[in-house]
């Protein structure tokens, strides 16, 4: 089982020094065995348009730079002081359900207001 966790980091190549750093070889492959998604700059205020298709308003993208992680063993405690947590999944996840389950799980520990109780009637 996988753990899976969202970070945001100040530029691309921020990103890329923390990757790399988990292990490449000579040709820049990926030595260690976590799976990475490398989301870059995410819209965070979708675009609008007009009934051609036309872009009326231009979508606003994050100043951060986005990497989910699908970490094969604990996550790296190197990566904590960039992690995020997103309502619930943001736009990506990865296909592994226990990893989703736990993430979820996670978020409504740290953020029980994203996830209010239906009141009874």
Known sequence: MGIFRKYEFGSQSAATAK???????EEGNPTHRHSIARL??????PGEYDAEGNETTAPVRS???????????????????QMVWCMPM????FG????NAE?????????PEWFPEPEEE
């Not at 870059?40 to 205020?45: D, N």
């Not at 943001?90 to 996840?93: D, L």
């Not at 993430?103 to 953020?111: G, N, R």
Request: with cysteine; charged share 25%.
């Open 19 to 25: 990757i790399n750093a988990l292990g490449v070889d």
């Open 63 to 81: 100043d951060k730079y986005h990497v989910d992680v699908l970490w094969r063993d604990e996550p790296s405690a190197d990566w904590d002081n």
């Open 103 to 111: 993430y979820i799980a996670k978020c409504k520990e740290l953020h």
């Open 40 to 45: 870059g700059y995410i819209v965070t205020t």
């Open 90 to 93: 943001g736009v990506h996840t």
């Open 96 to 99: 592994s359900s226990s990893a």
